[in-house]
């Protein structure tokens, strides 16, 4: 099996160079929005901003925002079959530093706002284009955008006066397919209507319909009592609706977007036990669960001058998503439900406002952004109700030194009610060489704030006692960052992006859960989370872009070292660095004679390794090695009416891999298997364009 992995990327990566072609089809001038003073090339950015379009998302029929980061560099999407999340991991740092926002307002989710979002939750009907910045950005985007943030534009225009969209997909989930019972049932419609020359309005509704993994399970309905009964991954029901209304006249733009989730997930208990009554005679019986998480999103954005030269842009965002378990007890013979109870388990409701003003001076030359960001959060989790709140300023200065040289410097500063105030700077270079060389390098200092689960987690079993921590400072990181890139246009069409990039990041105060005692007596281990641990990481990777007529190829591959002391109460593990490596190919071919793209996407997640905590000492764990392939046909109708895609998801059929761990502690067994995929699966997606 591992040979026939490794033919595969040889294959794609050669056969792509052979080409000499590239990935995504990203032009040298894309235009981009996230962390800019206002919109502009890609390539009179200070930052370093990644793509995604919508073609990109059209290829791979990707379902939701795990399909698409699943493929990219740097990024590891962290899926469970337990309780159906996907959560992002960059860096080897989990999603609580990486934060996710749509058109600048960041997500909420039942535990914070912006953080550790669950990627299945994040419709892709109406994006216009997602990018991505790696490295801090504290100045610009507040706490916990520590390695990065990632910025969902949607469509707010269209150049037609209707726009009507219908889409079905029907998708295996490993071999396991029927029309209702088994694998993924996927429909969407959408219908926008370009009103006048300024007003524009849309409306969206997706349904996913996720029948869950089997694996061998026997499902809901299985009768004995031989551990069979349930999924191994869990059936999950998604509908997401939105809705906008955008009116724009001259520089005044002004839009409100309103986007409502509901989903829910289902647990079948592997135990059936057996009863007797009068009324139902001899009858069988599990004690099942079901997950219910609803989420409500507002955001009101304008953006125009005032006094016919200060530019400003405003964000005014209410949310809020609340998660419910429902018990009840379900009877087989009769597949009816009794005794349900419902308990809110969790809920994040959150006002939020962000704003900037900029274009203060007539000279070109140097430009002043000045901002403020405003966080109001109620949470909830069993049985603590807190608010937490944060008050922030901050200001950012372009100066224009030359034609090629561009200097960035900002500073914010954070008033915290939960916490002592918190404060982030940042510097950042770019400067133009001559035959396209383009430098870029930054310094950023950032923080994390701890999450509501850090700080009020309360969990209790047979053996373990688990606790948050109230008096958990925020942690405290510096990053710095370089990278070159070259980009040429040859006679022969053939236009080539190569960049090269290094980055080093330090966190000081890392929170995790510990062992902080074993108790003498009952012999139980009592947890906490606690500021423990000193994180370090760095990381060279090299990106290639190549493109000529019709094809397309994208290559890139990273290194990234990792140490990490942790200190608990008790022991104390060492400050060793730890490796990894990954690469991603990306290969696409358009026919226009057929009007037909042909795409293929692979991912090489390298061998990882991480402390765990043993005994009596820090034990290193090791998470295996993994391939990941996918491949799609798409083919347009009737003058693009009529769009029809064929593929397959993970065809090398990755399902479960090995993690070694320490087998001191109770925590920690010999090794386990991860459950990282479902298995090779296979998707055809129909859409029909009525655009009149």
Same mark, same amino acid.
């Given at each position: 099996m591992k040979i026939k992995k490794h033919i595969v990327l040889i294959f794609i990566t050669a056969f792509g160079y052979a080409q000499n072609d590239t990935i995504t089809e990203n032009k040298l001038q894309e235009v981009v929005v996230t962390g800019q003073f206002e919109p502009q090339s890609i390539k009179k950015s200070v930052f370093n901003v990644r793509v995604i379009t919508a073609k990109d998302i059209q290829n791979l029929a990707a379902n939701n925002l795990s399909d698409v980061l699943n493929q990219y560099l740097n990024i590891t999407v962290r899926p469970s079959g337990v309780d159906g999340r996907s959560t992002v991991s960059l860096f080897g740092l989990d999603a609580r530093y990486f934060k996710i926002m749509v058109d600048n307002v960041p997500l909420v989710n039942e535990a914070g706002l912006g953080n550790n979002t669950d990627l299945s939750q994040i419709n892709l009907n109406d994006i216009e284009q997602i990018e991505i910045v790696e490295g801090s950005m504290g100045v610009t985007h507040g706490a916990n955008a520590v390695t990065g943030i990632l910025n969902i534009i949607t469509k707010k225009s269209s150049k037609d006066k209707w726009n009507i969209s219908a889409t079905a997909q029907e998708e295996t989930v490993g071999e396991e397919f029927e029309f209702f019972d088994k694998g993924r049932h996927i429909q969407a419609i959408k219908v926008s209507n370009s009103i006048s020359e300024n007003w524009f309005a849309s409306i969206s509704a997706n349904r996913n319909d996720f029948q869950g993994f089997l694996d061998g399970k026997q499902g809901k309905n299985h009768i004995e009592n031989d551990g069979l009964r349930g999924n191994r991954w869990l059936p999950k029901e998604q509908l997401n609706t939105t809705a906008l209304v955008a009116f724009a006249k001259n520089q005044f733009r002004i839009f409100y977007k309103f986007e409502y989730l509901d989903e829910n997930i289902d647990f079948y208990n592997s135990t059936v036990q057996s009863g007797f009554n009068s009324e139902l005679g001899s009858y069988r019986y599990?004690?099942?669960?079901?997950?219910?998480?609803?989420r409500y999103f507002h955001n009101l954005n304008s953006t125009g001058k005032i006094f016919n030269k200060l530019s400003y842009n405003v964000s005014v965002s209410h949310q809020k998503q609340e998660r419910s378990t429902e018990d009840f007890r379900y009877y087989l013979f009769t597949r009816n439900e009794a005794n349900n109870v419902k308990i809110k388990d969790q809920s994040m409701e959150t006002f939020y406002s962000t704003g900037t003003i900029s274009? %203060? %001076?007539?000279?070109?030359?140097?430009?002043?952004q000045l901002g403020y960001e405003l966080v109001h959060s109620r949470g909830f989790s069993l049985p603590v109700r807190e608010t937490l709140e944060n008050y922030d300023f901050f200001a950012s200065s372009e100066i224009n030194a030359s034609e090629k040289l561009s200097i960035r410097p900002g500073i914010r500063f954070s008033a915290q009610s939960k916490f002592k105030n918190q404060h982030a700077s940042s510097l950042g270079l770019r400067y133009l060489f001559l035959n396209d060389f383009e430098l870029r390098g930054s310094y950023g200092n950032s923080f994390r704030t701890p999450t509501f689960e850090e700080l009020y987690y309360y969990f209790v079993n047979d053996s373990h006692f688990y606790i948050g921590n109230e008096n958990l400072i925020p942690e405290t990181s510096t990053s710095y960052e370089i990278s070159l890139k070259k980009s040429v246009s040859l006679t022969s069409g053939l236009k080539v992006s190569t960049s090269f990039a290094g980055s080093f990041l330090d966190i000081d105060d890392k929170i995790d859960m510990a062992l902080i005692r074993i108790n003498p007596s009952t012999l139980i281990r009592e947890f906490q989370y606690i500021n423990i641990s000193k994180y370090k990481m760095w990381n060279f990777s090299t990106m290639n872009q190549f493109k000529k007529g019709n094809w397309n190829l994208n290559f890139g591959a990273a290194l990234v070292g990792i140490s990490q002391k942790i200190e608990n109460q008790i022991f104390a593990s060492n400050e060793k660095f730890l490796y990894s490596f990954n690469i991603n190919s990306n290969i696409s071919y358009f026919v226009p004679k057929w009007q037909t793209? %042909?795409?293929?996407?692979?991912?090489?997640?390298g061998k990882t390794q991480q402390f765990v905590e043993g005994n009596s000492e820090y034990i290193i764990s090791t998470?295996?090695?993994?391939?990941?392939?996918?491949?799609?046909?798409?083919k347009s109708f009737f003058k693009n009416q009529l769009e029809a895609t064929i593929g397959a998801r993970n065809i090398l059929d990755i399902t479960n891999i090995n993690q070694t761990r320490a087998n001191d502690g109770a925590a920690h067994g010999t090794s386990s298997n991860i459950m990282l995929a479902y298995g090779r699966s296979y998707f055809f997606k129909l859409t029909y364009n009525l655009n009149f």
């Open positions: 599990a004690d099942d669960k079901r997950y219910l998480n609803n274009n %203060f %001076f007539s000279d070109k030359k140097v430009a002043l793209t %042909f795409s293929a996407y692979y991912k090489y997640n998470i295996d090695a993994s391939n990941w392939l996918d491949a799609s046909i798409r």
